[in-house]
């Protein structure tokens, strides 16, 4: 396994207003989480806006430190790893982040941009810095004439790949993509993961691809994780996941995707296709906890029930 992530939780403080700022018990943004990735995989994260995902993102590569857990990345606990080491270990985990506007310092230039993550690990002539980032420019499909420009200077896409060219300058081994093509119009997103997707191949990248839309990762992904109030809800390669999902909170998020085929979408919607009983939708057993469960082969799935009973159910309705 190139990541492993065992437990891992991030708990926020609730502070109420007023001058004493009292706390009020904690927000468990990422409550117990475990995923893993092979190298060369593409995992993606799905859930909506406030699951946790970004949340999720930001603690294994520790920009944020979370409260409980274990983060191994080539047999390395990461929460663990004194300072240089984990400084060092850097270079091979970068991020994209969703917003293009935000995350590109508008004060610096295309060229500083991007040679950042050089800047702090290397000592580069200019001329060498310099091609550097030229030559990563291009091969995310920008010219050379933008090294001295601005952010503002470019559209959302050109943004993104400004971000992606930053990210993929220290040729890392995994790259932790936050909904990288939210903000971008439908035509644009298109052309990102096609980018993405081509870096990929050439870099031998491993990516953990977050998204609100399970459409978009169908394809791009092998395995889809779904996260819904800081738990993963379901994980199975992802056109499984497409065809039998399995928790209900699964199936809501499938049925917002809009589907060409109005035989699918009929199938899609029937009620009651597969009777699982799952917090917070229903009270099944709820005097156990739900955990995930392996349904079928590699397909995990949150539940009550114990596995004997999950595998005489979704056989009824789903095939
Ligand atoms: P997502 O990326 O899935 O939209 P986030 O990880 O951004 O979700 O947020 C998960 C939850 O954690 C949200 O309820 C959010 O309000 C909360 N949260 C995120 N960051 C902080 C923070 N720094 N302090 C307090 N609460 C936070
Ligand atoms: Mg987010």
Known sequence: MLLEVKGLKKHFPINKGGFWKRQEGMHLAVDGVDLALREGETVGLVGESGSGKSTFARSILRLI???AGEVYFQGKNLLTLPKEEMRRMRQKLQMIFQDPYASLNPRMTVLDIVAEPLDIHFKLSRQERRDRVASILQRVGLGPSILNRYPHEFSGGQRQRIGIARAMILHPELVVADEPVSALDVSVQAQVMELLADLQETFHLSYLFIAHDLSLV?????????MYLGKIVELAESDILYKRPLHPYTRELLSAVPVPDPRLRK???QPGTVDFSFTPYCNHRQDEAPHLIEA???HFVSCHLRPAEIRRRPREGVS
Do not use: N
Request: no cysteine.
């Open 218 to 226: 169908e394809s791009f992904a092998d395995r889809t994780a779904v």
């Open 267 to 269: 199938k899609r919607e």
């Open 65 to 67: 430190e979370p409260t």
């Open 296 to 298: 079928e082969p590699e």
